[in-house]
């Protein structure tokens, strides 16, 4: 069996998504993004089971996959999801002294998402997670293609 083109090119999607995530929160620093990206994917896992955060991490590329799963204590009981202001700040209190994180971090991070991942696969995940996932990683675009998987 290949090795799956994730593993071999892990860097230049890491470094791909990063950028994006970076531009679109408007960060100077690759750690600003790092820890704004971080902080939501700890406020989405927070509302998963270990079996469903699993099953949204087989969907992302290999560094983002790693990171999403980072760190968890899955004994941990899901949260439910709420309106998105709050998620927001919830972001923001993450390493509360390191974080910089923009109020656009969760879209941000989204539409770096949906810019390397593969369209079908992350939106039938979603459609398996709880109620409030799928509205938490949308995107609103007036061009769909700006959205395209733009590393295959």
């Known amino acids: 069996m290949p090795m799956p083109w994730t ?5 230049k999607e890491w470094q ?8 679109r929160m408007c960060l100077e620093s690759d750690n600003m993004a ?41 004994t941990e ?3 439910p999801f709420s309106e998105r202001s709050k998620m927001v700040a919830e972001v923001k209190q993450v390493r509360r002294n ?9 879209e941000a991070t989204a539409w770096a998402i949906r810019r390397c ?17 799928a509205a938490f990683w949308h995107v609103d675009t007036d061009d769909p293609a700006e959205l395209e998987q733009r590393i295959i």
């Open 7 to 11: 593993y071999r090119h892990a860097s």
């Open 16 to 23: 791909a998504f990063l950028d994006d995530a970076k531009e």
């Open 34 to 74: 790092y820890t704004a990206v971080d902080a939501v994917f700890l406020v989405f896992r927070r509302r998963l089971t270990a079996q469903q955060g699993l099953d949204f991490a087989a969907v992302l590329p290999s560094v983002l996959r790693a990171i999403f799963v980072n760190g968890w204590d899955v």
């Open 77 to 79: 009981p899901p949260v």
């Open 98 to 106: 390191h974080n910089l994180t923009p109020d656009n971090a969760i």
């Open 117 to 133: 991942t593969n369209k079908r696969d992350f939106e039938r995940v979603l459609q398996e997670m709880p109620e409030g996932a």
